[in-house]
């Protein structure tokens, strides 16, 4: 299907695999079935295998957190060896201190730098009142995706068109490199009305002013 409508798909989005639904295990996560995931990656040719999100129940302690970068780290090694890369999506809620340190500080201490690297969406960066230049000097080449999309200036801070907010999006561009940014892809959760205007407005402002 994709190559009949001349698409590609270079990343997709997976699930740790911890939490149970409805008792029972999530297969095609990183805890189940992931070496069946990573073959059925490849075949269809993807370059990045990204953990989107850690519930609830997959978030817990900073010691529960080095298990996380513990089973990434497992996990990359079977990317690696499909010639995939396996990276993390973040949120705000890794940016919640524990003992004087962030979760998501504890992810890139512990998890292989090469095995795994991140996808930064500059949104939730923003969000949890983060910058995220001072997080790619601290960690140079490790962020090789990015979600872009902007935050509006009312009280909620929720999703609008990029360049319709407050995300200074020039700035962290002229950082691409130390990022190590190979490519980023436009997001927003929630639109004002037709999707396609959202998108046609943040595409025409990317082409202008970021690319």
């Not at 996380?68 to 990276?87: H, R």
Request: with cysteine.
């Amino acid at each position: 299907m994709l190559k009949q409508d001349g698409l590609i798909m270079p990343s997709c989005h997976y699930r740790l695999g911890e939490e149970k639904v409805d008792g029972q295990a999530q297969d095609g996560t990183i805890l189940n079935g992931w070496e069946k995931a990573v073959d059925d990656a490849a075949e269809i040719g993807l370059k990045y295998m990204v953990c989107a999100y850690l519930s609830d129940v997959e978030r817990g302690s900073l010691d529960h957190y080095k298990k996380v970068a513990e089973d990434f780290n497992k996990a990359g090694e079977t990317c690696k060896k499909a010639g995939i890369q396996l990276c993390y999506h973040n949120h705000n809620f890794e940016f919640i201190q524990q003992d004087g340190k962030y979760p998501y500080e504890t992810l890139l201490d512990n998890a292989d730098k090469d095995l795994v690297k991140m996808e930064m969406d500059l949104y939730w960066i923003t969000k949890a009142n983060q910058d995220p230049i001072a997080i790619f000097d601290a960690h140079p080449g490790r962020f090789p995706l990015w979600h872009i999309k902007d935050m509006n200036n009312k009280p909620d801070r929720m999703f609008t068109e990029v360049g319709n907010g407050i995300i200074d999006f020039k700035k962290i561009f002229k950082h691409a490199d130390k990022a190590g940014l190979k490519m980023f892809f436009v997001e927003q959760d929630v639109c004002p009305g037709d999707p396609f205007d959202s998108i046609t407005q943040s595409i025409t402002y990317i082409k202008a002013n970021l690319v």
